[in-house]
């Protein structure tokens, strides 16, 4: 059995821990840039007492309506209701 060179076995190393971290591979596609209702359905509901963080919210309904409490948050900071995702505040 022919023997191996450190520097071939730290190679190997340096190429196994490259494509466990993700190097070279597909990259991930944020969901919240794609606008549509598909898009809004996949994600992470949350109820939010006081609603969307957009200061020109477009949700018609009266602020006193259950489901305007329901938003997603499209940065750790950010939540906006479904009229608002999809008219695209926060791209």
């Not at 018609?60 to 948050?73: A, L, M």
């Amino acid at each position: 059995m022919p023997e191996i060179s450190l520097d071939k076995i730290q190679a190997l190393l340096k190429e196994d821990a490259a494509k466990s971290r993700g190097g070279g591979g597909r990259r991930k596609v944020d969901p919240t840039t794609v606008r549509t209702l598909q898009s809004w359905m996949k994600l992470n509901h949350r109820i939010k007492e006081d609603g969307c963080d957009n200061p020109s919210c477009i949700d018609p309904r009266p602020k006193t309506d259950k489901g305007t409490s329901i938003v997603v948050y499209i940065t750790e900071s950010t939540a906006i209701c479904r009229y608002c995702f999809l008219d695209g505040y926060g791209l």
